[in-house]
């Protein structure tokens, strides 16, 4: 095997490596290098692990020995160039399944926060304002989840344990389903909560649309931690800013880190947090023991 280079461990990933069979040569770099220093690290790479990190064709000119990039997650689009990879002979691998209880988990905190409103109160409270805010008790809300792959399965089978009705959309037909599946418009007229769980390609890109964030109820929590993209935020911050939308909680945006001054963080019926439902260390352990097979 070549080189390996891993351009952008977190110091999570880092702690949990030291206890994993990692190869002695193996080069990790902790932190998110600039473009001239990601060039320089991946110039004489064979292969490479990339957490987070974009890589354009310039990018990929500068790694002539390149030819595997293992991706680690599942978004690999929304950060390398896959055209220029193509074009280059750089095979890009992605890993799945790894994290999805960490995100059906992290999905289904979300909901819970939105609906007994305890970031609001927490918020409320820091400031000097003690207001007992009331909440929706489960079991008489239907939970919606947009795609039912690996994660949305977890999160229905999450949402259904604690008392929720199920219902599930999926673009394809799926097995094991663990919960009924209706139209895609009856899932968004009818649910309480609407959970996305799909992958962010040409077809599901701007899937949630003014369009369709008008035929949900006006009290409905929309929770992503699936992909930005997937909803069209401008349409999302009008529906939120008007009231004819509950809550939406969040955990990917269309810019990262979310600027400050973003619509989003005016508006008192957002919960927001860091593209972090992945992060456990049990999901990060799968991870990177997978990303470790594959270079044995």
């Not at 998110?32 to 957490?51: C, F, M, Q, S």
């Not at 890993?95 to 209880?101: A, L, S, V, W």
Request: hydrophobic content about 45%.
């Amino acid at each position: 095997m070549g080189k390996l280079v891993y351009v952008d461990a977190t110091p999570h990933s880092v702690r949990l490596l030291q206890d994993l069979d990692c190869p002695d040569d193996m080069v990790i770099h902790e932190g998110d290098p600039e473009p001239e220093k990601l060039r320089g690290l991946i110039a004489e790479a064979e292969t490479v692990w990339n957490g987070h990190t974009y890589m354009t064709a310039a990018d990929l000119d500068a790694a002539p020995l390149l030819r595997r990039i293992i991706f680690l997650g599942t978004g690999a689009s929304s950060y390398i160039d896959m055209e220029a990879a193509l074009a280059r002979g750089i095979s890009i691998e992605t890993i799945r399944g790894y994290g999805d209880r960490a995100v059906g988990q992290h999905a289904i905190a979300l909901a819970l926060d939105a609906l007994r409103q305890i970031a609001t109160m927490d918020r409320s409270i820091r400031t000097g304002h003690w207001e007992p805010l009331a909440g929706r008790e489960f079991q008489d809300l239907t939970f919606g989840v947009v795609g039912m792959g690996g994660i949305g399965r977890a999160t229905a089978r999450l949402a259904a344990g604690l008392g929720f009705q199920v219902a599930g959309w999926n673009r394809s037909p799926v097995s094991d389903e663990p919960c009924p599946l209706v139209s895609l418009d009856d899932l968004l007229e009818t649910a309480d909560v609407i959970s996305l769980h799909l992958a962010l390609n040409a077809e599901t890109s701007g899937l949630i649309d003014a369009t369709a964030l008008g035929r949900m109820k006006r009290d409905a929590v929309i929770v992503n931690t699936a992909r930005a993209g997937l909803l069209d935020t401008p349409a999302l911050v009008a529906a939120l800013s008007e009231n004819r939308l509950g809550h939406a909680a969040l955990d990917v945006f269309d810019e990262e880190p979310l600027p400050v001054d973003h619509p989003l963080l005016l508006l008192p019926n957002v919960t927001v947090t860091a593209h972090a439902g992945f992060k456990t260390d049990a999901a990060l352990r799968r991870l990177l023991a997978e990303a470790l097979a594959r270079v044995r």
